[in-house]
């Protein structure tokens, strides 16, 4: 086990926070929002009711405007909600506000939307949650589900979908026979290039394909460069949700566990920070826990009843 490095007493408890600098910081939500993310520059903020329908886009404290998003199973499953920045610098927001299926990218310093209405688009039948706009900023990742409900992970060209929306409207650029045997628990960006995939033990099938498949109880590493699983290891416990940490990955279900994606071997665990049990964008009504991985992947922040955990991740 590695030390908790210590502890800072936040009263009324926490709800979203983030790593300013050195120090990690609570967020202040404001009712009814129980959830915040904050854009790469820190200058723009999205307040969000995790299980609700309504968000505020705030530029600094400054109440820009209210986003939506369509009501239908809005209580079942995470508000699809990214805030990123694109190969060119620009800070932009990745949301769903029409159709919980179709993406649209927005502009934040401008409030410009750069993808086409969705009425002029095709897109297949997703439920978008878990949205993370990858560290380029030329790919977006969705760890969302299917009607089953079946969680799932697709990646879009995020930079091509400025030119053509339809990039975001498809199955992406993560083939779904590398993944669909086993239901996705979580995802996350582990850099510009990979992905790492978290699996539960729901099985859908067991027929071969062409791609070697993820299967089940595992975290896989995919390569969006070289189209193909670079490591596929068993994991002991269920991922819950996944955070990048410097070439490692925190999975966060019960406890916080630090994990070698190459291996999925433990590398540390904490047993004493109590964190959700949450296997999954949708289902469970237990909120998400509130955790952050520091700039330097060295420590992660976790949100506790009265304060913020900080742990020595080494």
């Not at 854009?39 to 530029?59: I, K």
């Not at 990745?94 to 990218?105: A, D, I, K, S």
């Not at 955790?291 to 304060?307: C, I, W």
Request: hydrophobic residues 45%; aromatic residues 8%.
């Amino acid at each position: 086990m590695v030390a908790e490095m210590g502890f800072v007493p936040v009263p009324g408890g926490v709800r979203s926070l983030v790593w300013r600098g050195e120090e990690p910081m609570a967020i202040a939500c404001g009712d009814p929002f129980d959830r915040a993310i904050v854009s790469p520059s820190g200058r723009f903020t999205v307040v969000y009711e995790e299980r609700g329908t309504t968000a505020l886009l705030r530029d600094g404290r400054r109440a820009v405007r209210e986003l939506a998003r369509s009501d239908y199973h809005a209580g079942h499953f995470d508000f699809p909600v990214a805030l990123g920045r694109l190969p060119d610098g620009r800070e932009v927001l990745v949301h769903c506000p029409e159709e919980y299926n179709v993406l649209q990218v927005e502009e934040l310093a401008t409030e410009r939307r750069l993808t086409a209405a969705a009425a002029e688009r095709a897109p297949v039948d997703v439920f978008h949650s878990r949205l993370a706009v990858g560290p380029d900023g030329r790919h977006l990742l969705s760890a969302g589900w299917i009607w089953h409900p079946y969680g799932i992970a697709r990646v879009y060209d995020l930079a091509r979908a400025l030119d053509d929306a339809a990039a975001l409207d498809g199955g992406g650029v993560l083939p779904m026979e590398s993944w669909y045997s086993a239901e996705v628990a979580a995802a996350c960006w582990l850099d510009a290039d990979r992905v790492v995939v978290g699996t539960n033990d729901e099985v859908m099938d067991d027929e071969e394909t062409e791609i070697p498949e993820l299967g089940p109880r595992r975290v896989g590493v995919w390569s969006l460069a070289a189209r193909r699983w670079l490591h596929r290891s068993p994991v002991e416990a269920p991922v819950g949700h996944l955070l990048a940490a410097g070439g490692r990955v925190v999975s966060l279900y019960g406890w916080p566990r630090l994990i070698d994606p190459v291996t999925g071997r433990v590398l540390g665990e904490w047993p004493d920070v109590g964190v959700a049990r949450k296997d999954g964008s949708f289902g469970v009504v237990d909120p998400t826990l509130v955790a952050a991985v520091s700039p330097d992947g060295a420590r992660l922040a976790v949100g506790q009843e009265d304060g913020i955990a900080v742990l020595e991740l080494g």
